[in-house]
């Protein structure tokens, strides 16, 4: 196979490709594409803290921030939270959209960039969901001894909230269920819920709103038995040693992404308000969770 | 069964055919379906169990981590492998720990994560007392007693460690409307090769049976009507029913000729008998008649010339001389010395006979002739061919045809006269050369006894064959020849 043959998708090879093309015809082309093609690649890591799987949004959000960056972006995505985290933490992607939890864990580690903003505010709460069908489950208390399903280790919403919400109370987490499980993204602690795998869940709530707008019949076999109170929302991150003008740009775009038609569109679609820049005392609440659980 | 045993081959071979036919089209197709059922079984099964086999291989890390959740996806898309083929969809995918807790089902309503099968009952509840919970079984297809279901339990082993089982559980009813959809095709297929094969081998069969019909009806007419029985038409063939027709024809040409031989036998004797009686009636006759005429001529001849004498001697000696002439045609004597028949004797007996001829505007044809004078009385001869030429102008249509045949050779003479009119019915053939039997309104019925007589004291043979349209008399008398 020849070298020209090959899908080119490794940013230096484009780089060398762009410079050859451009010597062999004794000009610079201009154009965004070409631009794009000899900066360096913005990489961001993407975790199911939104609805990760809409394969179609992801791409357009993509194509519209490498208009807005001026620089090639590309979305990493993973199988759960830890990983996305460990990639910022090593810096190996320059800004992660992840949960407060693994946020205030690593606060040292990572530099706040953005907070989405839903419902006019930058914060969400954590559901309790229990299966529909089984009406003698109305509180957390009714759960004791049944098979509860978490969304991810590292997930506020989706596990650090009944972790403590049982500690609150007195229960040892550990024991309470008969059984849990981690489904790795909310969307599916829904499904588990619904199919009647588990007899409760923990949920992102703006995950659970959302789908309850686009799959209601998801939704509507589950019931609410419990509502954290509100949390700091889901933030954008940056590497550590990210260059300011980097972390500037990106936050520019971002916070701007309300005022853009298209981005307007984009967040829309992600039924969010905008983003604002936050602070990290946002993330207090669930700090203080983190650390009442990790004492129990 | 009386009643079968009774029936007519003409039924009786066909429907034994039919029966044949329908079992063996029903043995075929019977055969056909259990094999099928075997086939459909042992695929599903195969089938069964290499899904059981990748799930148990893929299941093995989920289950390993304590991921419920992967586990259940990889069921989840276990499930929606054959939505075509509604057989092939395991009804429940049960994975069990090896505690033999539910550790995820595809059901996870009705197999509730973390219970036992005894928990659960039904078909998986009977499952769990048939399992053999151990690694060293690889793989098991379990059909629970009573169950609506069977199962294809495949172990999850790592490492030599037994992690858990995968149960699959197929619906026997869903297997059925397939099975069913194929009885139904065979059937129809069947149908249709009975529909072509019915009728065909109905018809071979009535041929079968056919000539053993006709050769029944035919021996229905033996030995009472032979002549139908032997017009019956039976096969040629070489088999055996062709030989059996061969047999019965030739039993028919048996009985026939007998029958033929039995007919002429007596009629013969009743001749010689009746020839005998009137030779001997004549002889005691004639030696009184002949006294008493030789008195009336003497007392002519020397008479008293009485005048009523006269009369009544005349009168006497006419009905005697009828008297003698009636005995002598009865007693046909064959004179010692008479001269050879010629060949202008024949035409002597033409112009003897034309005016008969041209009476009935009949003609009469000669067929042959004679070379050379024959050593055979003439006057003798003379009297057959006039008598049967007479006779056969008579019997001949009007405007009809006779004809004369005359042939010698090696020391026989062969004559035959032939007519074309009504033939001579077999009731009288029997009596046809008996004295004072005529079948006709005229004539004393002489004429055939004569022929008849002179025939026999010549040594001749005489046959008459009679059949519509041809009337003949054959002849043969032998003849010494000269050289």
């Not at chain 2, 003409?10 to 429907?15: A, G, Y």
């Not at chain 2, 069947?190 to 009535?206: E, G, K, N, Y």
């Not at chain 2, 004679?370 to 055979?376: E, H, K, M, R, Y």
Request: charged residues 20%; hydrophobic residues 45%.
């Amino acid at each position: 196979m020849s070298p020209l043959s090959h899908p080119l998708v490794s940013p230096p090879r484009r780089d060398f490709l762009a410079r050859a093309a451009g010597l062999s015809l004794g000009v610079v082309l201009p154009g965004t594409a070409w631009a794009n093609a000899s900066k360096r690649a913005i990489r961001i890591g993407l975790t199911p803290v939104f609805l990760d799987d809409q394969v179609s949004f992801t791409a357009r959000w993509r194509r519209w921030l490498e208009e807005q960056l001026d620089r090639p972006v590309i979305f990493v995505q993973r199988g759960n939270y830890r990983e996305v985290v460990d990639l910022v933490r090593s810096g190996k992607i320059d800004f992660a959209w992840l949960c407060g939890f693994p946020y205030v864990r690593h606060r040292r580690e990572m530099r706040l960039v953005a907070v989405p903003e839903w419902r006019g505010q930058p914060r969400y709460q954590s559901y309790l969901i229990a299966d529909a069908r089984n009406i003698g489950i109305r509180s957390l208390a009714d759960l004791r001894g049944t098979v509860f399903a978490y969304s991810d280790p590292d997930s506020n919403s989706g596990f650090l909230y009944p972790q403590y919400a049982l500690t609150q109370s007195g229960k040892n987490p550990a024991t309470y269920f008969s059984r849990t499980f981690f489904t790795w993204a909310h969307r599916k602690v829904v499904e588990a819920v619904s199919l009647g795998i588990a007899s409760g869940g923990a949920v992102d709530g703006y995950v659970w709103e959302m789908l309850s707008e686009i799959h209601p019949e998801l939704t509507s076999v589950t019931r609410i038995i419990e509502k954290s109170p509100p949390l700091g929302y889901p933030p954008f991150v940056a590497r550590l040693d990210i260059p300011e003008t980097d972390l500037q740009r990106f936050r520019t775009v971002l916070l701007g992404m309300a005022d853009d038609a298209q981005g307007a569109a984009l967040l829309q679609r992600l039924r969010l308000d905008g983003f604002v820049p936050g602070s990290p005392d946002l993330y207090d609440g669930i700090a203080r969770m983190a650390e009442k659980v990790r004492r129990s | 069964m009386n009643f079968f045993s009774n029936l007519s081959l003409r039924w009786k071979i066909p429907l034994r055919v039919m029966a044949a036919v329908l079992g063996t089209a029903l043995a075929v197709t019977v055969a056909l379906l259990v094999k099928d059922y075997e086939d459909m079984r042992l695929n599903l099964e195969a089938h069964a169990k290499s899904l059981g086999r990748v799930l148990a291989n893929t299941l093995v890390t989920p289950v390993l981590h304590d991921d419920l959740w992967r586990a259940f996806e990889i069921l989840q898309s276990a499930r929606e492998a054959h939505p075509a083929s509604a057989e092939m969809e395991a009804q429940m995918m049960v994975v069990l720990d090896n505690e033999r807790r539910v550790f995820v089902s595809s059901r996870p309503r009705d197999y509730p994560v973390g219970a036992r099968p005894e928990d659960i009952g039904g078909s998986f509840g009977k499952l769990g007392e048939t399992v053999v919970w151990d690694e060293a079984v690889a793989q098991q297809v379990l059909e629970p007693e009573g169950s609506l279901h069977y199962f294809v339990v495949s172990p999850l082993v790592t490492d030599g460690e037994l992690l858990g089982h995968v149960a699959l559980g197929y619906s026997k009813a869903a297997f059925l409307p397939r099975y069913f959809d194929l009885v139904a095709r065979a059937a129809l297929v069947t149908l249709l090769v009975l529909i072509i094969l019915l009728p065909v081998s109905w018809i071979w069969a009535r041929r079968t049976g056919e000539p053993l019909l006709q050769l029944a009806t035919a021996m229905e007419g033996v030995p009472a009507n032979l002549e139908s029985a032997g017009l019956a038409d039976l096969p040629h063939s070489r088999d055996e029913i062709g030989l059996l027709a061969q047999s019965f024809r030739r039993m028919i040409e048996d009985l026939k000729r007998q029958q033929e031989l039995e007919t002429q036998m007596v009629a013969s004797e009743r001749l010689a008998a009746v020839g005998r009686l009137s030779a001997g009636i004549a002889h005691e006759i004639n030696n009184p008649l002949g006294g008493m005429l030789t008195a009336i001529k003497t007392w002519q001849r020397h008479g008293g010339g009485d005048p009523m004498a006269e009369q009544t001697l005349s009168l006497l000696e006419r009905g005697l001389t009828q008297i003698r002439n009636t005995v002598a045609a009865l007693l046909v004597e064959t004179k010692t010395q008479d001269r050879p028949f010629e060949p202008a004797d024949i035409d002597d007996l033409l112009i003897l006979v034309e005016a008969q001829a041209q009476a009935r505007a009949v003609r009469v044809a000669v067929e042959g002739g004679l070379a050379l004078p024959l050593p055979l009385p003439a006057t003798l001869l003379r009297q057959i061919l006039l008598n049967l030429l007479l006779n056969a102008i008579a019997a001949a249509d009007e405007g009809g045809t006779v004809k004369l045949g005359l042939a010698a050779a090696e020391g026989l003479l062969r004559l035959s006269v032939c007519n074309d009119g009504q033939h001579i019915p077999d009731e009288q053939m029997t009596t046809l050369f008996e004295p004072f039997v005529t079948g006709r309104a005229k004539g004393h019925g002489l004429g055939l006894w004569v022929v008849y007589q002179i025939v026999r004291q010549l040594n001749g043979g005489l046959t008459v064959d009679s059949e519509p349209g041809c009337t003949t008399f054959h002849i043969e008398i032998p003849y010494a020849e000269t050289q």
